[in-house]
């Protein structure tokens, strides 16, 4: 018998079926200063324990998107493994802050099937969920990906394609209980500009940019336990190993400080295309564009949705060509929910 | 008076001696992060604080092979900074959990010696233990080393080569108090596979790779505040920096996840043998084989005596050549005890 | 209006002008960690916490220098984002030790402004505090650098340079509460030369060397969330990544342990200049020579004051040519004041 991991193919799934994924893993203040070493990250209330206190939340939580690579890399043996393409996410939301000492696992239900008209592929959609040991449910999305089959003659499925939101509204976000923003100190945060400084349409070069290399991605990659062998094995690749797509979500939000340091906390994950591949030696690059704005119900707290796209070249604020392809220089095009000061 | 520290020579070994290793250490949260952002390690029991508790223990405790490396690199500048090779390893044990917040320290009894017949080196046979805080062994194995002679004139000690067993009986090896499998979780585990599940003889293919970077085992080696220059000084070694052997143990141990899920805690080291060195840029795979088999009076918990090999290439299961030399590709041959629920 | 930070030029300074430097930061054993991966660093009283008890203090502290980096970092975007050098330290003091929990903020005075003949650039003086949750201030500092104009037509301001102390007097010195060498561990310190054992003009080398990577240095830079483009992005400097230098003073300060294990802390900056800029590739050495020593009112110690050479090639104990200019391989020369066992 067999005693490694071949992963799942596409005829492997059936609608509704739960997949438990292994290895829960506790993050500590170890996790939050790597992803501090690892990505240029200063958003106040990520970094400083007084800060978040002020905002209303016992202590400083780890990173959303540190909490989002810690769920996404436990789906990847059971979602991912034999995985052409992630093609893309949907109804993302943080519903519980993830602070040192906490315990996560995860579990992907699958929602939608569909076989390509080739016979070799097929799209998988998963909604996995993220949960501490009170088996709170800490954030949740919807990812589809592109899989291979294995056995060519396994029967299509039936074609189930899910309902999706193009983007969650604003009633749909959760905020952590107790956050409040009426105190907020803008000296301490690093910027003065307040939710209603921003406009909708309006658009943000971040200008720093991280010329990234092998050590720091494959660092980052398993720091989140996951295990796809593009990012780490060049016998596999020799091309070049491909890094991980989340390093570039990271490396993007970091960067997106230099404009937009008081859009403290990510809520909710609208959608996001990994545009082209990312290598070491690329300097990645981000720029933001507002895509709406929303009040909310939170003492101080507003909401902004935003387009960040992070680039390994060309200029800021391009993104597709004339076909509406991305342009080979755009390695993500994300869109997200955040809050902000009013 | 010179101030820097030279290093021991081999006449200034003598048996019986004891050798207080300097800079106690305090490890954390933090060095368990950097464990696992510097290896792929998935085993459950260290990744989880709830899964840890599951398994009787009151949390997750540091990786033993991290424990083995801080407790190793304190040895380095009073056993090895003059060794022109790292022989053997036999007898060792984990005798005690490291918990974050532990301080280690460790010390060495000289054992053996015998001088070359060259007149120029000799081999050092030393006992090692580390110790927590509350003067309990937590570790101990028996290391060999060839070390170069300063004064040739010296006259040779007196030839003592220690009865050493080749493996450690199941009888010999230690449990943490309360560990217990019997509520083991399988699925959180990653794997199926139990105790009852592997044969002698069985080999397993790791399948997965990492191929290594430079700052990726300097910041492995540091950390265990491994002094030896050979890792870290291009200009005193201008053909490539040695990879510490402790990274690819540690690496092949992870590797070996996909396949050995189960096989949680190292309790015993039979021996192993640095085949090859590594250097940065190649590709560390592992297969393992199944050389014994022993039940523990611990409830729900069995031992596997497993060898795994770590290589820089070549089909997996190949070992030596028809002179019983290791292969070329071969880099590590590792004999060692786990446990694994039955 | 634009929304990312220009940071400030020359004509936006003024005489008296206080700084608040943005985002807090909560230090942990996640950063005592990777200082320890990314340096060499051995000094027992921030490795163990048994030993820093035994010490007097309560446990082991974030290294000085770590300490200096986070305050140092914050300082960036207000005062060296358009530096062109950075010219000079002075007056450097550790007021108390941060340990692991403590949040850290900074503020900067302007002291001193006096613009270039060339019109187009000025030097500023800045005093440095960094500050714990208490408001205590655990460190201070005065910098200089020589920053840009934007507005060339902007007036030259009044010329003030402040009066610095070529060197502290160890009456300035702060050691912490309770601190005590009486019962130091020589043989767990690794070295046994106490204060006695050091002469005025003595000089050592250090011997050991580190070849440095890029990963490593802009991890070290990110985890003090220093935002200087020159150390990240490629495309902004395609000659090279300049790394830190206070990357270098740390590589330095952890290679001196050997033969300086016992300068357990340094207390005391009295200046210093990077004097040639350090690449990935280099291999950073260091040497020490002893400028000064005194007595102290604190059981059992002793303090030293110390000129840390730190090189990448050349030999030892070379520093300036005949027309009194650093030699090209000399990387960094520092004054600071440490405290030993007597």
Chains 1, 2, 3 share one sequence.
Request: hydrophobic content about 40%; overall charge negative; charged content about 20%.
């Amino acid at each position: 018998m067999a005693k490694t991991n071949p992963g799942r193919f596409f005829e492997d799934y059936s609608i509704g079926q739960v997949l438990h994924h292994a290895v829960p893993r506790t993050v500590t203040n170890g996790e939050r200063a790597l992803y501090h070493a690892l990505y240029p990250a200063r958003h106040a209330l990520y970094s400083s324990d007084e800060f978040a206190r002020n905002c209303g939340l016992p202590q400083s939580p780890i990173d959303d998107l540190a909490a989002f690579h810690v769920v996404f890399g436990k789906t990847v043996p059971d979602v991912s493994q034999n995985a052409v393409a992630n093609l893309g996410y949907a109804e993302g939301r943080w519903l519980k802050p993830v602070y040192p000492g906490d315990t996560l696992r995860a579990e992907s239900e699958v929602i939608g099937l569909k076989q390509n008209s080739n016979g070799k592929t097929g799209v998988v959609w998963v909604r996995t969920r993220g949960l501490n040991q009170h088996n709170e449910v800490v954030i949740e999305y919807v990812r589809w990906v592109m899989v291979r089959k294995s056995d060519l003659d396994a029967p299509a499925p039936e074609t189930v394609v899910p309902e999706l939101k193009k983007a969650l509204d604003v009633k749909d976000l959760i905020a952590p209980e107790g956050l409040d923003f009426t105190q907020y100190d803008f000296a301490q945060a690093g910027e003065a500009h307040r939710w209603g400084d921003y406009e909708i349409g309006e658009t943000i070069d971040h200008v720093d940019g991280v010329t990234v290399e092998e050590a720091e991605h494959m660092l980052a990659t398993r720091l989140w336990q996951n295990t796809a062998k593009v990012h780490f094995d060049l016998t596999f690749r020799p091309e070049g190993r491909l890094i991980y797509g989340g390093h570039v979500i990271s490396m993007a939000r970091t960067l997106s400080f230099n404009g937009l340091a008081n859009a403290q906390m990510i809520v909710g994950l609208n959608g996001g295309a990994h545009a082209n591949p990312c290598f070491a030696g690329d300097t990645i690059k981000a720029w933001s564009e507002v895509l709406d704005k929303a009040e909310t119900a939170i003492p101080g707290v507003g909401a902004v949705r935003l387009r960040m796209v992070a680039t390994k070249g060309g200029a800021p604020f391009e993104l597709k060509n004339e076909d509406g392809r991305y342009l080979p220089n755009v390695l993500l095009d994300l869109d997200y929910w955040a809050l902000m000061p009013i």
